[in-house]
Nanobody, 126 residues
Framework: QVKLVESGGGLVQAGGSLRLSCAAS?????????VGWFRQAPGKEREFVAS????????YYADSVKGRFTISINNAKTTVYLQMNSLKPEDTAVYYC??????????????????WGQGTQVIVSS
């Protein structure tokens, strides 16, 4: 069973940048078909932010972050990153990374991702 640990969250002013990391232990990300970032703001449902898929061979983004956020992975496939630029107050949330084991590699639904990290808080001040 993989253990996912996020880091890199914090407090930043609007327009600033943060880079989140998600480190895998126990298994590498190469044994999964898709790794994604999700976020959950207070009182809201968890929502898809970005994903990277070996099956699809590409990266995918929510419309709200397209052009501002970039998902990437290191060569060893042990760490996934989320580079967040031009941050807005509405990006404030707890950010989670998650891994999808098989099947619906294209999924953006949290229900399809079986392994989750504990989350890292991002606060963007106006």
């Amino acid at each position: 069973q993989v253990k996912l640990v996020e880091s890199g969250g914090g407090l930043v002013q609007a327009g600033g940048s943060l880079r989140l990391s998600c480190a895998a232990s126990g298994r590498t990300f190469s044994s999964y078909v898709t790794v994604g970032w999700f976020r959950q703001a207070p009182g809201k449902e968890r929502e898809f932010v970005a994903s990277i898929s070996w099956s699809g061979g590409s990266t995918y983004y929510a419309d709200s972050v397209k052009g501002r956020f970039t998902i990437s992975i290191n060569n060893a496939k042990t760490t996934v990153y989320l580079q967040m630029n031009s941050l807005k107050p509405e990006d404030t949330a707890v950010y989670y990374c998650a891994a999808l084991d098989g099947g619906r590699w294209w999924s953006r639904s949290p229900a399809d991702f079986g392994s989750w990290g504990q989350g890292t808080q991002v606060i963007v001040s106006s």
